[in-house]
């Protein structure tokens, strides 16, 4: 049965395209990055009915370039972190360390591997623990067969089979 939760706040926009979520490992919190062209990010306590606005996600990278979440946007969650792509076919990938110090919780990560196209339209991710080791599988969409493994540790991306 459905039943609705408390609406995400408004902020500077709506929640739409590149919007994507995640849980926390024991499945209590949802963690939102609401898309539509913004560096939002909140958790959810659906039990309490409440919305928390988080550090937002970074506006710019490494190239020093502004890119805000747009379609393509997904979000894993493994080993207590998540992992962020922003979409709009930039290549940036993110980790956030709830754990963090305030204003440090966003880093930047290896970049997503170039391929044929840049992450948009229809990507999605996942974190998954294989053993003693964390990833996150991303399909890349944006009209493309392509499909990665991120490790973790070692801060690389692995190409998969093609989807």
């Avoid at 659906?46 to 979440?69: F, K, M, Y």
Wanted: charged fraction near 20%; hydrophobic fraction near 40%; proline fraction near 5%.
């Amino acid at each position: 049965m459905w039943s609705r939760w408390l609406d995400v706040p408004e902020g500077w926009q709506w929640v739409q395209h590149g919007a994507a979520m995640a849980t926390d490992p024991l499945g209590k919190f949802v963690f939102l990055l609401k898309g539509n062209n913004t560096c939002e990010f909140y958790v959810c306590d659906p039990g309490e009915s409440t919305w928390t606005t988080l550090e937002a996600i970074p506006l710019e990278g490494r190239d020093a370039v502004p890119r805000a979440v747009r379609e393509g946007g997904a979000l894993a969650q493994v080993g207590g972190k998540y992992y962020a792509t922003k979409g709009g076919n930039c290549l940036e990938f993110w980790e956030y360390d709830p754990a963090g110090e305030p204003g440090a919780k966003w880093t930047q990560r290896a970049d997503v591997p170039a391929g044929d196209a840049g992450v948009h339209s229809g990507a999605s991710a996942a974190g998954v623990m294989v053993g003693d080791y964390a990833y996150v599988y991303l399909l890349k969409a944006s009209s493309t067969n392509e499909y990665y493994r991120y490790n973790v540790f070692a801060d690389t991306w692995e190409t998969m089979a093609s989807a």
